[in-house]
């Protein structure tokens, strides 16, 4: 077992550093003075880690199919036909011209009060990650099914819904983490107050639930109502803990997964089903969907403690600062144990805050969780390979570069 271990940590870059030691450490060597390589015991502990990760989403990878360098996962530098998309964004926007003109189309109402609360966020400065994905999505399955590449109606009204539900949690999102910035301006809650903001909140999925009936089809109606429900889920998962730091990780990837990548994993399958009949089209989808959307969220979390307020929008450590532990943390824990304690008091203590956030500095949590991203990224492109080559098909395998290589 040791020798075999030795083989899967000398080929693979997810491996548990020598541990640093940890802020106020009484055996440090310097500034930042390695201390001793962790101990058998504890690689076996991380190996345990690793199985639970697998374990956690059972279809997504079993340990023999880690025993590769980061450098081996190849997930940007070229799509499958040799041609390069610098911004495959650009190849989506065609599709999504008056995008946030038709959303607030749906939201029109007379009251103007809560018609400037709920078309806030529909300025046009945000990335419209999701949408792009959607109508990427329904090209390339339209394409596999009758080599048709136009967008139909119903499926560009997905790409609306997926953005109004994702809009509408992020201003739940903020009353419950009583959030005052994002996309660089106070947040619905920080101007018009808590009990407003939900309405707002509420009023947008309203409206996104009578798009969706307009469309017709139960079956995308069942795939999208699913989401609503794995978000309320999801937040609850966030509002809990475990103390098992194998049963946490699991935890913590079931959160991201209902929280972050449900939506754009039904978005992409419901566009699949409009477009086409064949159930493992609508599976392709789905999990290119799941993958992409884990991996932006891992990103995400290793961005708040890489990136400056001004270039994210919204405050840097908000995690640690609300008592979350993600991926970067659940990491850092291995090298440093005394950060259980920590996690299990949601970095309640004076001081918890600042010094969490020096142990994942001096561990190497941010590189395992981006690692990890870039794995999730490996499987949604390996997903979406599949189908029949085409412009948005390359142009969503390079997408995955922009999950892994954005700064914000």
Same mark, same amino acid.
């Given at each position: 077992?040791?020798?075999?271990? !030795?083989? !899967?940590?000398?080929?693979?870059?997810?491996?548990?550093?020598?541990?640093?030691?940890?802020?106020?450490?009484?055996?440090?060597?310097?500034?930042?003075?390695?201390? %001793?390589?962790?101990?058998?015991?504890?690689?076996?502990?991380?190996?345990?880690?690793?199985?639970?990760?697998? #374990?956690?989403?059972?279809?997504?990878?079993?340990?023999?199919?880690?025993?590769?360098?980061?450098? #081996?996962?190849?997930?940007?530098?070229?799509? +499958?036909?040799?041609?390069?998309? &610098?911004?495959?964004?650009?190849?989506?926007?065609?599709?999504?011209?008056?995008?946030?003109?038709?959303?607030?189309?749906?939201?029109?109402?007379?009251? &103007?009060?809560?018609?400037?609360?709920? @078309?806030?966020?529909?300025?046009?400065?945000?990335?419209?990650?999701?949408?792009?994905?959607?109508?990427?999505?329904?090209?390339?399955?339209?394409?596999?099914?009758?080599?048709?590449?136009?967008?139909?109606?119903?499926?560009?009204?997905?790409?609306?819904?997926?953005?109004?539900?994702? &809009?509408?949690?992020?201003?739940?999102?903020? =009353?419950?983490?009583?959030?005052?910035?994002?996309?660089?301006?106070?947040?619905?809650?920080?101007? !018009?107050?808590?009990?407003?903001?939900?309405?707002?909140?509420?009023?947008?999925?309203?409206?996104?639930?009578?798009?969706?009936?307009?469309?017709?089809?139960?079956?995308?109606?069942?795939?999208? &109502?699913?989401?609503?429900?794995?978000? =309320? +889920?999801?937040?609850?998962? $966030?509002?809990?803990?475990?103390?098992?730091?194998?049963? +946490?990780?699991?935890?913590?990837?079931?959160?991201?997964?209902?929280?972050?990548?449900?939506?754009?994993?039904?978005?992409?399958?419901? =566009?699949?089903?409009?477009?086409?009949?064949?159930?493992?089209?609508?599976?392709?989808?789905? $999990?290119?969907?799941?993958?992409?959307?884990?991996?932006? $969220?891992?990103?995400?979390?290793?961005?708040?403690?890489?990136?400056?307020?001004? @270039?994210?929008?919204?405050?840097? /450590?908000?995690?640690?600062?609300?008592?979350?532990?993600?991926?970067?943390?659940?990491?850092?824990?291995?090298?440093? %144990?005394?950060?259980?304690?920590?996690?299990?008091?949601?970095? /309640?203590?004076?001081?918890?805050?600042?010094?969490?956030?020096?142990?994942?500095?001096?561990?190497?949590?941010?590189?395992?969780?981006?690692?990890?991203? @870039?794995?999730?990224?490996?499987?949604?492109?390996?997903?979406?390979?599949?189908?029949?080559?085409? %412009?948005?098909?390359?142009?969503?395998? $390079?997408?995955?570069?922009?999950?892994?290589?954005?700064?914000?």
């Amino acid at each position: 077992m040791a020798s075999c271990w !030795w083989r !899967w940590r000398r080929g693979c870059s997810w491996r548990p550093a020598a541990r640093s030691p940890g802020p106020g450490s009484p055996d440090r060597a310097g500034p930042c003075g390695p201390r %001793p390589a962790a101990t058998a015991c504890a690689q076996m502990s991380y190996f345990n880690l690793v199985k639970s990760l697998t #374990s956690a989403f059972p279809n997504m990878y079993s340990i023999s199919r880690l025993h590769h360098t980061t450098s #081996s996962v190849d997930c940007c530098s070229k799509t +499958r036909s040799g041609e390069k998309y &610098t911004d495959p964004f650009k190849l989506g926007r065609r599709d999504l011209k008056g995008l946030y003109e038709d959303i607030r189309k749906e939201l029109l109402i007379s009251a &103007t009060e809560l018609k400037e609360m709920s @078309q806030y966020y529909f300025d046009g400065k945000g990335k419209a990650f999701r949408p792009i994905i959607v109508v990427l999505m329904a090209r390339a399955c339209n394409t596999h099914y009758n080599n048709s590449r136009d967008v139909q109606a119903s499926q560009r009204a997905i790409a609306l819904i997926a953005e109004m539900i994702h &809009t509408a949690s992020l201003v739940h999102d903020d =009353v419950i983490d009583d959030a005052s910035s994002r996309r660089g301006k106070h947040t619905v809650n920080k101007i !018009w107050g808590e009990k407003k903001a939900v309405l707002a909140g509420d009023l947008i999925l309203s409206a996104a639930s009578i798009a969706l009936a307009r469309i017709g089809n139960t079956t995308v109606i069942s795939i999208l &109502t699913q989401v609503i429900e794995d978000l =309320v +889920r999801g937040e609850f998962l $966030q509002l809990g803990s475990k103390e098992n730091e194998n049963e +946490r990780f699991a935890h913590y990837l079931e959160k991201t997964f209902k929280k972050t990548a449900s939506l754009i994993a039904n978005s992409c399958k419901a =566009v699949s089903v409009l477009g086409c009949p064949d159930p493992v089209v609508h599976e392709i989808a789905y $999990q290119y969907g799941k993958n992409v959307g884990i991996a932006f $969220q891992l990103i995400d979390d290793v961005l708040d403690f890489t990136s400056c307020s001004d @270039q994210m929008g919204k405050p840097t /450590s908000a995690d640690l600062k609300l008592g979350l532990a993600t991926g970067p943390v659940l990491f850092a824990c291995r090298q440093f %144990p005394e950060m259980n304690a920590m996690i299990m008091r949601r970095f /309640s203590l004076p001081g918890d805050v600042d010094k969490a956030r020096q142990y994942v500095l001096q561990s190497d949590g941010v590189q395992q969780t981006t690692y990890l991203a @870039q794995r999730y990224c490996h499987e949604a492109i390996r997903e979406i390979s599949k189908l029949r080559p085409s %412009p948005e098909r390359d142009a969503l395998i $390079q997408l995955s570069e922009t999950v892994l290589t954005r700064d914000k």
